[in-house]
């Protein structure tokens, strides 16, 4: 699943997120983050835990 990574940067900024706080709160590696952050590809799973951390819907993050 592909990722909109500026809309994943932005809310970050937005709520004053770390990539360390955001893989405390997903569950999910920081190097999970950093490769989301960086473009790369993940799971249905991986992207909706990315999503709750966030506090969005997984089709606020999702491309297409």
Same mark, same amino acid.
């Given at each position: 699943?592909? *990722?909109k +990574?500026?809309?994943?940067l932005? %809310?970050?900024y937005?709520?004053g #997120?770390? +990539?360390g !706080? =955001?893989a405390? =709160?997903?569950? #999910?590696s920081?190097? +999970?983050?950093?490769? *989301?952050r960086s473009?790369? @590809?993940c +799971?249905?799973?991986t992207?909706?835990? %990315?999503?709750k951390a %966030? !506090?969005v819907? %997984?089709?606020d *993050?999702a491309? @297409?």
């Amino acid at each position: 699943m592909r *990722i909109k +990574t500026r809309k994943v940067l932005m %809310l970050m900024y937005d709520k004053g #997120l770390k +990539t360390g !706080d =955001v893989a405390k =709160v997903s569950g #999910l590696s920081k190097q +999970t983050i950093c490769a *989301i952050r960086s473009g790369k @590809g993940c +799971t249905y799973e991986t992207a909706d835990k %990315l999503a709750k951390a %966030l !506090d969005v819907s %997984l089709a606020d *993050i999702a491309e @297409g």
